[in-house]
């Protein structure tokens, strides 16, 4: 047995919340008995604005929210920590040889700038290169920012270089254990 769509089911209960038939209701929304009945067998597929305006002739105000399903929220936040772990492992580099580090960042952002000309992207190099100039402690503080702007911040990091492969392996492997304890 298919399984019937969130639109079926969603007009469906819409329908049965004002207690009418599917002709009754289909009437009372401006379309048809067989048009009711082909979206709660999903065998039609309605649109936003068709739901909208059967629902608000049941009385009913249609809200929509977008949330991530859970798997995707999960693989997320396993993407999130070790984006972290390894940042965290860059920002303790960063603090042991700042000169080296600041070499490195200054070589990468001349890169970056070259790429980017001066389109929308500039933001970026331009951003790392004040807090370069700040110093380890304001480097620590971007690379372990949390949120969406923290994320992007690592993904446009000028430290490529500052540790090695397998500096990076050991912040991940140590990421696996937390991640594995923590459930």
Known sequence: MVEPSRSAVLLRDVRRCTGLSQRAFAELGGTSGPTIAAYELATKEPRLSTIERLAEAA???VQVTLVPAEPAMAAR??????????????AAAVERDPDRARAIAEENLAKMETVVGSNASRRWPDEWRTIVDRGPRAIRRALLQRGPHGHDMRQMSPFAGVITDGERRAALAACKVLTVEER
């Open 59 to 61: 009385g009913l105000e």
């Open 77 to 90: 936040a396993r993407r999130e920590q070790r984006s972290l772990a390894v940042a965290a492992a860059v």
